[in-house]
């Protein structure tokens, strides 16, 4: 009730703002009225007005569509008219509401935010819990009130649980129940909505938690065990009964392909001219500092289709990188452990002066921009993966190299060095099997966030 109520409000809202708007640009009263039906009719067929847990790069998307739907239907309604200045009106008021839209329905939900989050219990105490809880706290957008966690383990249900499951629990700590206090957790907090956050958990659990939280709560979501295989694309069929999840492989993407080719070669391009003055800066900073080896080095990766090629890299660690890592895994078994376990030291003594600042500013992958130009990397993309590492991705490997590697993707824009390598792998996965020019663009800005902020950057 209460989503529906603000619902009206921000539908009311901007229809007072619409039509102070046409008033304002001096469209006729009739035409007005024509112009504004579209225009909400097409708000409400993009789902303009249901308040739900979204990011805003979801929001303006939608908000994108439905307005660059409305002017040319706007531009036929009014083709009678044949009136270019009454057009340009109406293309005017399309774009000024596209702006006013997409900041009044983020902040009437971020006042409201308090009042019509869904209060939700998860099931689990895993990674993924621990994820939804991050973005419950962090996303100011997220509809989700978390109010506890059940630990699906317990000697009252003996289900049996894989053990990748008993691995990932206990993650979370704190607000945890027994599976056995569900119902009464349920009650007392007045829960809305069940999330299922192991996609691992048995069918005789899950048929128990479905028993006994039906009609109980609103709403009920899990995460699905092949979760690499649904998508963006993926829809749920009823067949005579049975309900299947349908996943579509991607088709007729050479148009975006194409785009992407060449948003790479304008980049490449454009940030080239910023390697002179940085290199040079570089040079100067190294030689002060005794160091009068070569600010480039290149190194082998695993490339499209696992074709390996050389990248091209600022120099960020000492020349003799490789010995001094290996002398230091024989010498001390932690940092050998943290090695292997995440392909990375924190505070790794190898490193330079000028480098440190190169990595903490993510200047160290500009001369990337040379293999971006040669088609070997793209500006966005999986990560660039050694050869040592193939191994250790496992089944990943072969989702991974279906796309070139890319100066920034999901993991970079996700935190960085604070991103572990499973994590890393996983996140990979999910740009290849969902990759569109709009994740691209999201990327690209969610990096200029965390590089700004230098978070993760080590």
């Known amino acids: 009730m209460k989503k529906k109520v603000i619902a009206a409000l921000q539908f009311v809202l901007e229809m007072t703002l619409f039509w102070g708007m046409t008033q304002a640009l001096g469209i006729e009263r009739d035409m007005a009225i024509r112009v504004q039906v579209v225009y909400f009719a097409l708000l409400l067929l993009f789902c303009h007005y249901k308040v739900q847990t979204s990011l805003i790069w979801e929001e303006f998307l939608l908000l994108l569509k439905a307005h660059l739907c409305f002017i040319p239907i706007c531009i036929v309604v009014l083709m009678k008219h044949m009136d270019p200045f009454v057009i340009a009106q109406s293309v005017l008021l399309g774009i000024v509401m596209f702006v006013l839209s997409l900041l009044g329905s983020r902040t009437i939900r971020l006042c409201v935010r308090s009042f019509v989050r869904e209060k939700t219990l998860v099931i689990g105490t895993g990674r993924t819990a621990q994820t939804l809880q991050t973005i419950a706290a962090k996303n100011r957008f997220a509809m989700l009130d978390i109010v506890g966690f059940i630990s699906i383990e317990n000697s009252r249900y003996p289900y049996t649980l894989s053990a990748g499951c008993r691995k990932d629990q206990d993650v979370v700590k704190e607000n945890v129940y027994p599976f056995s206090q569900l119902c009464q957790v349920i009650e007392e907090k007045q829960v809305d909505?069940?999330?299922?956050?192991?996609?691992?958990?048995?069918?005789?659990?899950?048929?128990?938690?479905?028993?006994?939280?039906?009609?109980?709560?609103?709403?009920?979501?899990?995460?699905?065990?092949a979760s690499g295989l649904v998508t963006f694309d993926s829809r749920v069929d009823d067949l005579n009964g049975l309900l299947l999840v349908t996943s579509f492989r991607k088709r007729n993407m050479a148009m975006g392909k194409a785009v992407k080719r060449l948003v790479d070669i304008a980049g490449g391009l454009s940030g080239c001219l910023m390697l002179l003055p940085i290199s040079l800066a570089v040079k100067l900073i190294n030689m002060k500092n005794g160091d009068h080896d070569p600010i480039l080095f290149m190194q082998e990766r695993i490339g499209k289709d696992g074709k390996p090629f050389q990248i091209y890299k600022y120099r960020t660690?000492?020349?003799?990188?490789?010995?001094?890592?290996?002398?230091?895994?024989?010498?001390?078994?932690?940092?050998?452990?943290?090695?292997?376990?995440?392909?990375?030291?924190?505070?790794?003594?190898?490193?330079?002066?000028?480098?440190?600042f190169l990595r903490k500013s993510s200047l160290d992958e500009l001369p990337q921009l040379i293999n971006v130009l040669k088609g070997e990397m793209s500006l966005v993309g999986p990560r660039p993966y050694l050869p040592r590492e193939k191994e250790d991705m496992g089944s990943y490997y072969q989702t991974v190299i279906k796309c070139r590697p890319g100066i920034t993707g999901m993991w970079q824009s996700h935190g960085r060095s604070d991103v572990g390598f499973h994590d890393r792998l996983k996140m990979d996965e999910y740009y290849q099997l969902n990759w569109s020019?709009?994740?691209?663009?999201?990327?690209?800005?969610?990096?200029?966030?965390?590089?700004t902020g230098a978070r993760g950057a080590r």
């Open 317 to 356: 660690m000492v020349p003799d990188a490789e010995q001094v890592l290996e002398k230091m895994m024989r010498e001390d078994e932690a940092i050998r452990e943290e090695y292997l376990t995440n392909k990375k030291i924190i505070d790794d003594p190898r490193i330079t002066k000028a480098g440190a």
């Open 437 to 451: 020019i709009w994740l691209d663009i999201v990327i690209l800005i969610q990096t200029v966030q965390v590089v």
């Open 193 to 225: 909505q069940l999330i299922v956050s192991s996609s691992r958990i048995d069918s005789e659990y899950m048929d128990e938690i479905l028993s006994l939280t039906s009609g109980k709560v609103n709403t009920i979501r899990f995460v699905p065990r």
